[in-house]
C-alpha cells in the first residue's frame, strides 16, 4: 500500500537508496536500500523477464556494491532466502559473497508495536512471517 512506501520515505529520508537498470530507456529492475551508518542493507527488488534474460538483477547489486564503496560503507547485506532457508534466493545472494555460507542471525524484535502494527496492517497477526508484510498475500474467499 502507499501508505507502506510513504513510511519508507519518511523514516529513512535520504538513506533509503534505490538503484535502477534500464534497457533502452525502459525500467527493467530496481532494487532499493537501506544506507546505515556502515552497511548498506538491500531491502527488495524486483526484476521483469526481460531484465532476467539480460541479468539486470546481478547488474544492480554490483552497483549497490560500488555506490557503498563510494560513500565509505563497509559491507553490503544481502540478507538470507525466504524466512532463513537456503533457497534460490539464498543461492543468488551468496554469489556475491567473498564468504560464503558466512553465520547470520536474524532479529525479529518489534520495539514499538503500536508503529509496528500501523504499518503492517492486517498483516501484523498473520502466520509467522516477520516483517509482516512479507506474509504472501491470501486470495479473499467468497
Given at each position: 500500500p502507499a501508505e507502506y512506501w510513504d513510511?519508507?520515505?519518511?523514516?529513512?529520508?535520504?538513506?533509503?537508496?534505490?538503484?535502477?537498470a534500464r534497457l533502452d530507456g525502459a525500467l527493467v529492475a530496481s532494487e532499493l536500500c537501506l544506507a546505515g551508518p556502515r552497511w548498506l542493507h538491500y531491502h527488495m527488488g524486483v526484476t521483469s523477464e526481460t531484465g532476467r534474460s539480460v541479468g539486470a538483477a546481478?547488474?544492480?547489486?554490483?552497483?549497490?556494491?560500488?555506490?557503498?564503496?563510494?560513500?565509505?560503507?563497509e559491507q553490503l547485506n544481502l540478507g538470507s532466502g525466504l524466512g532463513g532457508r537456503e533457497d534460490s534466493l539464498w543461492?543468488?545472494?551468496?554469489?556475491?559473497?567473498?564468504?560464503?555460507?558466512?553465520?547470520?542471525?536474524?532479529?525479529?524484535?518489534?520495539?514499538?508495536?503500536?508503529?509496528?502494527?500501523?504499518l503492517a496492517g492486517e498483516a501484523a497477526g498473520g502466520d509467522g512471517f516477520f516483517p509482516a508484510y512479507r506474509e504472501p498475500q491470501r486470495a479473499a474467499s467468497a
Open positions: 513510511a519508507l520515505a519518511t523514516g529513512f529520508g535520504d538513506r533509503l537508496v534505490r538503484f535502477d546481478n547488474a544492480l547489486v554490483y552497483e549497490a556494491a560500488c555506490w557503498g564503496r563510494e560513500v565509505a560503507l543461492a543468488f545472494k551468496q554469489r556475491f559473497s567473498p564468504d560464503p555460507g558466512r553465520q547470520f542471525w536474524i532479529g525479529k524484535v518489534v520495539h514499538d508495536e503500536g508503529a509496528y502494527a500501523r
